[in-house]
């Protein structure tokens, strides 16, 4: 019955990503069987902690972000979890040897977020490796597990990825963050008077960001490449949308890309990935 109770906590974060994120759930889909488990498991995880700090502003958020990351370590410890979430996240962290110290940053960024509004470069730097780039080595840690050597070769192209998306994020989500929580997580930039000049200067750091991330996701082993990839192709898309939109835009809408170019993206995608044009 434990076989029961494990798979039905899975089947919790699976369900998870499918209700925050449409374009991550399509991405897993594509992953090889024997890791998409996994990765919804630590969807799951990430997406709790963040639903704590940002939206639950009608409650105590620090009481309720205190309690998850004591139970995310008493279930991890214990091998089990009454949350079914956390319960799923313990599996992943001790079937897959997840180094603790990622837990940890990621824990401490999502903490940040309960008190800190403004960002200086070293608290931003900090701030994207703890909630992104340290999600993105989970992942990997997943995808080569017992493959330490690869893994190194590519931890510093996955933070790449990571960084990159959550840049994106910012610019997607500055309306709620600047205008709703007060949050400037850029450096230097006063979303008041957000220019064309700093908004390009932003998008072409993510790109550059995008370029070092992708020579890691053409070394990435098949069963786990064209998942990856697809993910990249969305949240570039979206980056495009967001270059494509005039600054004051920014604060007034929160960009995002249909389910319909979705698709096509996903075929196009999976077409360039068959015939090894990546």
Known sequence: MMELYHKNNLAVSRITTRNYSTSFSLAVRMLSREYREAVYAIYGFVRYADEIVDTFLTYDRRTLFDEFQDETWKGINRGISTN???????????????????????????????????????????????????????????????????????????????????????????????????RIYFKNIDFSHFDLATKRRIEAEIEQDFREAYKGIVQLKKEVRFGVYLAYKYYLKLLRKIKDAPPDSILRQRYSVSNPRKILLMLSSFARNQMNLL
């Open 84 to 182: 079914p979430i956390l319960d799923s996240f313990q599996w992943v962290v001790n079937r897959y040897s997840i180094d603790h110290e990622l837990i940890r940053s990621f824990l401490y960024s999502m903490e940040l977020d309960l008190e800190q509004k403004v960002y200086d470069e070293q608290m931003l730097r900090t701030y994207i490796y703890g909630s992104a780039e340290v999600v993105g080595l989970m992942c990997l840690q997943v995808f080569y597990h017992n493959q330490p050597d690869q893994y190194e070769k590519l931890k510093p192209t996955a933070q790449k990825l990571g960084e990159a998306f959550q840049k994106v994020n910012f610019l997607r989500d500055a309306s709620d963050d600047f205008e709703g929580k007060g």
